[in-house]
């Protein structure tokens, strides 16, 4: 049992001991003779048709109250992507974007300020109007009023004049009865001593 640990291990270690395959061997760093390949940059994210979906979403479940008619999209510059190599040249591609975009901006915003002129200049004449159409109406209202309340005036010096002559037809009626009636009573008294007169004159032929 001895011999054959031994055998072991010492195949062991002459495996380890033992030169590595072609594959094992190859190292991942490169040698300073050979160039490092050039950096390829991606510019894909500054073109305006690529968006994400979640900014799409976003985009789409928000309203826009104001619709603006330009469309930001950055110019296209004259050189080529393909030729942007060096750090001056992805400076100068990045400046001539910047621009575009301020140039965009500022010609929406100026969209933007006339629209909003436009539509505060409807509201200015829509309540111009509505102020005319109620200033008309309560003209109306008040010529209307200052017709019932002359109405209501006439009506009540008629109303006056017809009581002050009914009370003095019946003043009068009243002065005119009260006089028939004395002159009733006088007739009456009269009837009375002529009555009198007649029995004490029968009366006294009687007797005599």
């Known amino acids: 049992m001895k011999k054959t640990s031994r055998s072991t291990r010492k195949s062991s270690a002459m495996d380890f001991l033992s030169t590595p395959p072609a594959t094992a061997a190859a190292s991942p760093v490169q040698s300073m003779s050979e ?35 330009v469309q930001l999209k950055p110019a296209d510059s004259p050189a080529s992507v393909k030729n942007l190599k060096t750090i001056a040249d992805l400076k100068d591609f990045a400046s001539s974007q910047l621009d575009s975009v301020k140039g965009q901006i500022e010609r929406s915003h100026v969209e933007i300020l006339k629209d909003l002129e436009a539509s505060q200049s409807r509201l200015q004449k829509r309540l111009k109007i509505q102020t005319q159409g109620c200033q008309q109406v309560a003209d109306e209202a008040e010529r209307e009023y200052k017709k019932i309340s002359e109405r209501i005036t006439e009506g009540r010096e008629a109303m006056k004049g017809s009581y002050s002559t009914f009370m003095a037809e019946l003043q009068a009626s009243g002065a005119r009865c009260k006089h028939n009636f004395r002159l009733t009573r006088l007739e009456i008294g009269r009837l009375n001593l002529k009555g009198d007169l007649r029995q004490f004159a029968a009366y006294n032929f009687i007797f005599s």
């Open 35 to 69: 160039s490092p390949k050039p950096f390829e940059f991606n510019f894909k994210k500054f073109k305006a048709g690529t968006v994400s979906p979640t900014s799409a979403k976003r985009r789409s479940g928000k309203k826009s109250f104001i619709s603006s008619p």
